[in-house]
């Protein structure tokens, strides 16, 4: 091993590895070829000015901030915090020691930071095996931990918030994100800092990651006494959430899809004129006249300028949804595919998605493309003072996801491809940027390591209407923030079907609207049954209604007093955007998240914190009206609806009647003395 006075180097045969300090962690590389230029998801200058390095024939050293590694003459790394505590550690199963001499041991490196254990396995914890067509398939192993929870990495659609025992798809998919970056309760936080299509498994016997199709390995570590605490060292390194503009705050109206300008238009004025406050209105998919046009379709919407005056008269912003992929028949499709701008494919048809003729989408990772793209969306949509994008298909949603068959212009897909929505977000956000404005964030079905500092308010795609699949959302939630990704939100309801007739989907819609009001942000959304028929043959449907006022008057009386609520709170919530701008913080957070030294918090599931202050315990079945909720220790707790107070540390039974859920404020917060904006 050498001192390369900056970081620690070992190489053995073809095999290069380094321990980098990177920001207040440590980046961990390994070639067998050239290291490439490439920062992945570390995208940030951050100084390092707190690291010391010794390093020895056996074992190495090397700390930077609160984190150090050891790496023994084999090249094994174990990673403590600054008192001596195992954060990780390799698994290698060799029969070879690593004891160091005894002559040669130094008085950082003590007995039990060394590993002593042979086997005759031939496992060790890092792999690069070269595969056919491709560079390396990677594997990073390490010993799994009794007692660890993990979170974080992206949205999954399951039922799980403690990941482990899960195994992962490292894979983009509609519904799917892919945010690599997971928080251990054991005080570390982990970045898989590799964009190829893999697999994480956190098994009980084991931790496994892998890569199909890379180069190199590369991954990011750091500690921190609190979950907060790792995620300020995160987001220093990935980049700090753009801020969201105060539009957020409020209530945002969708529906797949408004046909027309004048039906979008009487949509937004029977908010106004009922005194139901938005913020946002959304014209979805097939506004187009093709794929890939980029502008609106003027026989159905003929004057966007005048649209657009008329919506922020009342204090609307309109948001318009612009899709990626470039339909075979656009007027822009031979000027993109002479120029280079298309995803390509290395087998097979070039056509990537089929759905209302066939498309390929733009490739993202392409700045020229992304600049081009942009021209047409300033000159269609922008110019008219359009200023929030809906970027759908950002996965992107490949016809089929065969990941091996597609190649971009920074690598094949299988080696890059989860990076896509990350560029896709970073091509509106920069121009938007470049034309003067100040709040950048935009509606994205997708997101990777990173994706938050180009403002990616993303969704969790295509789910289904269902009690099922709001639990699975619950987790999704909480887990992408700890991801890093604090703006995010769902289609209230769910996206596939629900009947508006339907006494048990109203229900849901209505448990789904008082949890979603206590979100980043609050977003009706979705496939509404019975369809409504296509204006003409060359559209699409469009789904039932879904305003406040589509499902009877019991429904809009509730969904209106959380309007209220939502409103009522806005300087709140408005404290949470900021601080999620300035540390990372997630708005919606695990109990573990917030009260780290309550030993009970990791157990619970169910329940949520929105910001420091209001804990919120959603119900998911249909039917129920009561359930238990535990209230965390070191605070008192008071009911936002009956005024009752409770001490930390204990379950209690609470009501739960249609038009409510239980939700509670610290008695020492400064909200518990404005009760009344929860009373309607």
Same mark, same amino acid.
């Given at each position: ?30 070639t ?21 390095l010794?390093? *020895? ?5 090397? =700390?930077?901030?609160?984190? $150090?590694?050891?790496? &023994?003459? #084999?090249?094994?790394?174990? @990673? ?9 550690e390799?698994?290698?199963r060799?029969?070879r020691?690593?004891l ?7 008085d ?10 042979? *086997? ?5 914890? =890092?792999?690069?095996?070269p $595969?056919?067509?491709? &560079?390396? #398939?990677?594997?990073?192993? @390490? ?8 979170y ?11 990941l482990k ?23 570390y ?16 016997n ?18 921190g006494?609190?979950p ?17 503009p105060?539009?957020g ?37 097939f506004h ?55 995803i ?37 949509y ?51 940027k ?9 509606l ?21 209407s ?17 991801a ?14 629900g ?27 979705g496939?509404?049954?019975?369809h ?13 209604a879904n ?10 009386n ?21 601080e ?8 919606i ?8 030294k ?9 329940e ?7 804990l ?9 009206r ?20 409770f ?7 609470v ?10 404020v ?15």
């Amino acid at each position: 091993m050498k001192s390369k006075n900056l970081y620690l180097e070992w190489r053995n045969d073809d095999r290069v590895l380094q321990v980098i300090p990177w920001g207040e962690g440590l980046r961990v590389r390994e070639t067998k070829n050239k290291f490439s230029e490439n920062n992945w998801a570390l995208t940030e200058d951050v100084d390092v000015d707190d690291f010391e390095l010794k390093y *020895s024939d056996d074992v190495s050293y090397i =700390r930077n901030g609160s984190v $150090k590694a050891t790496v &023994d003459h #084999f090249g094994k790394i174990v @990673f403590y915090d600054l008192n001596e505590h195992l954060l990780l550690e390799e698994y290698w199963r060799i029969r070879r020691h690593s004891l160091p001499n005894q002559q040669d041991q130094n008085d950082f490196i003590d007995s039990n930071m060394v590993n002593q254990f042979v *086997s005759a396995l031939k496992v060790e914890g =890092r792999e690069l095996t070269p $595969k056919t067509g491709g &560079d390396y #398939f990677a594997t990073v192993r @390490f010993e799994s931990q009794d007692n660890e929870h993990i979170y974080g990495m992206g949205q999954y659609q399951q039922s799980q918030l403690d990941l482990k025992y899960c195994t992962l798809e490292l894979a983009q998919r509609n519904s799917q994100t892919t945010v690599p970056f997971m928080m251990s309760s054991k005080g570390y936080g982990f970045l898989w800092n590799n964009p190829a299509i893999g697999r994480v498994t956190f098994a009980k016997n084991i931790t496994e990651w892998t890569a199909i199709d890379t180069n190199e390995i590369d991954y990011w570590i750091c500690c921190g006494q609190t979950p907060k605490e790792i995620t300020e060292k995160y987001v220093q390194v990935t980049g700090r959430p753009s801020m969201m503009p105060d539009y957020g705050l409020g209530l945002w109206q969708s529906k797949m899809r408004y046909q027309t300008q004048e039906e979008l238009l009487e949509v937004a004025r029977s908010y106004y004129n009922q005194n139901i406050p938005l913020s946002v209105i959304v014209i979805d998919f097939f506004h187009w006249t093709k794929q890939g046009d980029f502008k609106f379709d003027s026989k159905y919407w003929p004057d966007p300028e005048s649209m657009v005056g008329e919506l922020k008269s009342m204090g609307i912003e309109l948001m318009v949804s612009v899709w990626p992929n470039i339909d075979e028949r656009s007027e822009n499709y031979d000027e993109m595919l002479e120029k280079g701008y298309l995803i390509r494919s290395d087998k097979g048809s070039r056509v990537s998605m089929k759905f209302q003729g066939n498309s390929i989408f733009f490739d993202a990772t392409n700045f020229e493309a992304r600049n081009y793209v942009w021209s047409k969306v300033k000159n269609h949509y922008y110019k008219y003072g359009i200023k929030i994008f809906w970027l759908d298909e950002a996965e992107p949603e490949y016809s089929p996801y065969d990941f091996d068959l597609y190649r971009l212009k920074i690598g094949r897909n299988t080696s890059v491809g989860n990076i896509y929505p990350k560029m896709l977000a970073k091509g509106f956000f920069e121009n938007m940027k470049n034309e003067g404005q100040d709040k950048v964030v935009n509606l994205i079905r997708s997101a990777w390591a990173g994706s938050q500092k180009y403002g990616a308010l993303v969704w969790s795609g295509d789910i289904d209407s269902s009690f099922r699949s709001l639990r699975n959302q619950y987790q999704a939630g909480l887990n992408m923030g700890i991801a890093g990704i604090p703006w995010w939100t769902t289609d209230i309801g769910g996206f596939h079907g629900g009947v508006i007739d339907d006494p048990k989907f109203k229900e849901c819609l209505i448990r789904w609207f008082e949890y979603a009001t206590f979100c980043p942000v609050l977003r009706m959304h979705g496939d509404r049954e019975p369809h409504e028929n296509p204006l003409d043959s060359s559209s699409v449907a469009s789904g039932a209604a879904n305003e406040v006022w589509s499902y009877g008057e019991e429904t809009l009386n509730i969904l209106r007093k959380f309007i209220t609520i939502r409103e009522n709170i806005k300087p709140y919530i408005k404290d949470l955007y900021q601080e999620a701008h300035r540390y990372g913080y997630p708005l919606i957070r695990t109990l573990y998240y917030e009260f780290p030294k309550d030993t009970n918090s990791v157990n619970v599931s169910d329940e949520h914190m929105f910001g420091s202050d209001i804990l919120v315990a959603p119900i998911f079945d249909f039917g129920i009206r009561k359930r238990d909720v535990y209230l965390p220790t070191f605070s008192e707790w008071i009911n936002i609806w009956t005024k009752e107070e409770f001490s930390g540390g204990q379950v209690i039974e609470v009501d739960a009647p249609l038009d409510r859920i239980p939700i509670f404020v610290k008695k020492d917060a400064e909200l518990s003395r404005k009760l009344n904006l929860f009373t309607i």
